[in-house]
């Protein structure tokens, strides 16, 4: 069966890139990532991508007059590599209405909390300042709102008394690396459909199947 060909966006590190390029490594993935794209030049993320030797892009949303012919030149290359599936990973670029209906259910993203709980930036610095006992992560079909859509798979991870925003951050980046690869075995298993904008996994929503137990990341 041919893989599903992903694109991965990204603007810094990396690391869930790196979880992605290190699942599709197996001989049974379902995956490959074809394509790696920052909007930033010296992301580090590209070193880790030349690493794989994944060919990679910068398009530098500088270098363009509007978000509009930013996202133009996006969807032409990732179009011109055959994309079928276009993953964010730490793209830190708001994306318009026009792009995210171009990949409406071809374009996921992770954010690091319990969507829709604490959408929008210092996710953690906001998680310890209303004192919840559980944060976690989440993979999403992109939707126009910001870090909204359809959820694909979230984990739960504990709140711990003496964290600060870097100790949480680094618990909540263990079940990202876990929940990106997973979701994306999902959807290039054709196991995922959207209906009446929920996922339904293998014909039944799954939550079970979709959650991973906190304590393997405390
Ligand atoms: C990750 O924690 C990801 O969830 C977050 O940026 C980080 C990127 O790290 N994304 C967002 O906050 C999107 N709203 P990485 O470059 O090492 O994958």
Redesign the pocket.
């Known amino acids: 069966m041919a893989k599903l060909k992903t694109a991965v966006l ?1 603007s ?6 790196q979880a992605l390029i290190d699942y599709c490594a197996a001989p049974n993935a379902t995956a490959e990532i074809a394509l790696v794209l920052s909007n930033i030049s010296d992301a580090a ?1 590209l070193d880790r991508a030349a690493e794989a030797n994944i060919p990679s892009i910068t398009i530098d949303h500088k270098q363009y007059a509007d978000r509009a012919s930013f996202e133009a030149a996006v969807t032409q290359t990732l179009e011109d590599h055959d994309i079928q599936l276009v993953c964010l ?2 793209f830190m670029r708001l994306l318009t209405n026009t792009f995210v209906d171009h990949w409406r259910d071809r374009l996921i ?4 909390s319990l969507l829709p709980a604490f959408k929008g ?1 210092d ?1 953690h610095e906001r998680v310890l300042a209303e004192g919840v006992r559980f944060t976690g ?1 989440t993979v999403h079909y992109v939707r126009s709102e910001m ?1 909204a859509g359809p959820i694909i798979v979230q984990a739960a991870v504990p709140v711990l008394p003496d964290d600060d925003p870097e100790s949480l ?1 680094m618990r909540v ?1 263990v079940a ?1 690396h876990r929940c990106y690869p997973y979701a994306l075995s999902l959807i290039a298993g054709g196991k995922t459909q959207v209906i009446n904008e929920k996922v339904v996994i293998d014909g039944a929503q799954a939550p079970g199947a979709t959650f991973l137990n906190p304590t393997d990341v405390a």
Request: aromatic share 0%; net charge negative.
């Open positions: 990204i810094g590190r990396g690391s869930n890139m993320g990973a730490g993203n992770i954010h690091p930036l996710t992560c870090d951050a980046l990202e």
